[in-house]
């Protein structure tokens, strides 16, 4: 993750961690975890989200197709 340390920094700055407990608190998660919070949850799928969404769109995938693209997972895994 050392690549990404400004995103995540600018991530922090835009959602901060008062707002990550308001939500958890508003849905109903109770943190349990000793070691992985959720702060660490979060940064970790808003980089995945943010990697793939780079991927697709320097491979020439952008718009996406979820519903074949959720069909081709189904049966890949089926």
């Known amino acids: 993750m050392n690549k ?5 920094n600018l991530l922090k700055k835009i959602v901060s961690d008062e707002n990550i407990r308001l939500i958890a608190e508003t849905v109903g998660y109770q943190d349990s975890s000793r070691t992985f919070k959720l702060r660490a949850l979060i940064d970790f799928f808003l980089l995945a989200a943010f990697i793939s969404f780079i991927h697709r769109f320097l491979f020439g ?13 189904l049966f890949e895994y089926a």
Do not use: N, V
Request: no cysteine.
């Open 4 to 8: 990404h340390i400004t995103l995540l």
């Open 61 to 73: 995938q952008f718009p996406l197709d979820w519903e074949s693209e959720m069909a081709a997972a």
